[in-house]
Structure formats: C-alpha cells, structure tokens
T-cell receptor
Framework: AQKVTQAQTEISVVEKEDVTLDCVYE???????LFWYKQPPSGELVFLIR????DEQNEISGRYSWNFQKSTSSFNFTITASQVVDSAVYFC??????????????WGAGTKLIIKP | DTGVSQNPRHKITKRGQNVTFRCDPI?????LYWYRQTLGQGPEFLTY????????KSRLLSDRFSAERPKGSFSTLEIQRTEQGDSAMYLC????????????FGPGTRLTVT
C-alpha cells in the first residue's frame, strides 16, 4: 500500500536559517511521482515540484532544493535562507502510475513551517 | 487565466441542511477533482471527472454526497443532510488528461456545520 510520512508536525526557525522538511514514502510501484505543495494561510495549495521515480537528480529552484533518494524512499525539501513569506504548511504527496489509482495523490499530513523575523 | 476558483469561500450551515459548492476549473483542463481536508491533515480524495463523466468516487463519498459536472466545465458538490463531521475544507483541483499528475488547486470552500 502507498503511504507518505511527514514526521515533522511543526518546525520553527529564525529568518535566514536553512530548513529541511522530511518526506518518506512507501510504494510497491516502480513508476511513481512525488510532489511538494505549499499551503499558505490563505488555504490555496500551490504546486512546487514533481519528480518521477526514474529521475533521482536533485533539483534546485532559487532558494528551494529537493533531494530525492530512492535507497531511503525519501524526498526531502530544503529552503535556504528562509524568509517570513515561506511560512506555510508544506505537503509531500505520491502518485502511482499504474493500477486503478493513477489519478490520486496520496498526501502526507503536512509540516507547518514557521519562520520568525 | 485566473486559475481554479471556488464559491463560496466559507459556508456555515446547521446540521441537517443541504449545501452546494461550485468549482470553476482552469478553462482548458478536462479533469476536475474534489478533495476534502480536515485540520492538520492532508487532502483526501473524494471524486474526479474527466470532462462530464464522473470516473471514480472514493468510499469517503457517502450517499449524502453528490457531484456533477454537467457540461464538462464547472462542477458542483452537494452535501445533503449535513452532519457535524462534514465540517472541513473542500478543495477542487483541475488538470489536463495528459498531465494529470500536475493538479492545480482552488482556494477551497470551508464548511462549518453547527
């Protein structure tokens, strides 16, 4: 069965610190997709990134970077030089590419990130 | 493109009443999804449409819930005889069929059942 675990319920750091949000997933499929979404206080989920299971190359986008490691089934998200505007709940999600559920996103419980000025 | 929109943004209703929510997807997106999110949890899949056809419903979607997408554009989600346990954020998302992994979400409708 597929599952996404975000063990960190809440993280609080001071602005300009680097912070890493952990995501561990479980799946039996060899082909799957991993996602990160941001949910600011306004409530709208904002798509950040999608990676497929065949691409383990790490990705950097500005202050954001993602570390995908199949060996540990992890897809961690790092924010460098955090800013107050990064405060939000961040969700990791998994979608399998086969079977009956190839449209569903399986979500972690989210990590609430608080950036203090 | 204005993104996915949902109305109303907030709804307070008394237990036993019926409520209806609307979702307008991104115009060229032919897939539309409904999710429910409770406090401190990730979204839970409810149902999805491809054009006007409802292709899958979660077991979470009891018989009090019904969703439609009559012309393959906007969608409505109706909850009949609301219960306090229905209180949640109801999220709508849309995507293209060929890229259904990239779902774009609306701001949600927060339902409070008193």
């Amino acid at each position: 069965a597929q599952k996404v675990t975000q063990a960190q319920t809440e993280i609080s750091v001071v602005e300009k610190e680097d912070v890493t949000l952990d995501c561990v997933y479980e799946t039996r499929d060899t082909t799957y997709y991993l996602f990160w979404y941001k949910q600011p206080p306004s409530g709208e989920l904002v798509f950040l990134i999608r990676r497929n299971s065949f691409d383990e190359q790490n990705e950097i986008s500005g202050r954001y970077s993602w570390n995908f490691q199949k060996s540990t089934s992890s897809f961690n998200f790092t924010i460098t030089a955090s800013q107050v505007v990064d405060s939000a709940v961040y969700f990791c999600a998994l979608s399998e590419a086969s079977g009956d559920s190839n449209y569903q996103l399986i979500w972690g419980a989210g990590t609430k990130l608080i950036i203090k000025p | 493109d204005t993104g996915v929109s949902q109305n109303p943004r907030h709804k307070i209703t008394k237990r036993g009443q019926n409520v209806t929510f609307r979702c307008d997807p991104i115009s060229e997106h032919n897939r539309l999804y409904w999710y429910r999110q409770t406090l401190g949890q990730g979204p839970e899949f409810l149902t999805y449409f491809q054009n006007e056809a409802q292709l899958e419903k979660s077991r979470l979607l009891s018989d009090r819930f019904s969703a439609e997408r009559p012309k393959g554009s906007f969608s409505t989600l109706e909850i009949q005889r609301t219960e306090q346990g229905d209180s949640a954020m109801y999220l709508c998302a849309s995507s293209l069929v060929e890229d259904h992994y990239e779902q774009y979400f609306g701001p949600g409708t927060r339902l409070t059942v008193t």
